[in-house]
């Protein structure tokens, strides 16, 4: 299927599209400043600069768009133009993604990944994203225990 949009256009579109500071991530970072969380945001200084950062806690979070990280939900169906540019970019985005998760893991942190389809229901993602806060750092198997 071929392009509606004129390469101008196209052009236009994609150079206004942000990797910081998005609709969703600033959902986020606003519901959660409303419930007393403090963050850093972007820091560079760790893999994949994750968009919300709790350095005390060592919890990262990462805000994704569904159809940049090839989710598999309906926002996250790549498109039918130019599948041989499309299929590459967005796989190489998701190997991208969970080489940054396994880097923070390896350094001790912690990583969330919320979805931007999540955001529907906006209570429940908020529910997950402060459980996931408050859940300790070093936590014991306790299944393992005694045996």
Known sequence: MADTRTPEVRRKIMQSVGS???????????ALFERGYRYRLHRKDLPGSPDIVFPARKK????HGCFWHGHSCPKGRAP?????????KIEANRLRDARNVRELAGL????????????GDLEKTL?????????????IDKKGEGS
Request: glycine share 6%; proline share 6%.
């Open 20 to 30: 910081k500071n998005t609709g969703p991530e600033l959902t986020i970072r606003r």
């Open 108 to 119: 001790g942190w912690q990583a969330l990944v919320v979805w931007q389809c999540e955001l």
């Open 80 to 88: 039918k133009s130019r599948a041989d540019y499309w299929g590459p």
């Open 60 to 63: 990262a979070i990462f805000v």
């Open 127 to 139: 529910q997950h994203i402060i459980f996931f806060l408050e859940e300790p750092i070093n936590t």
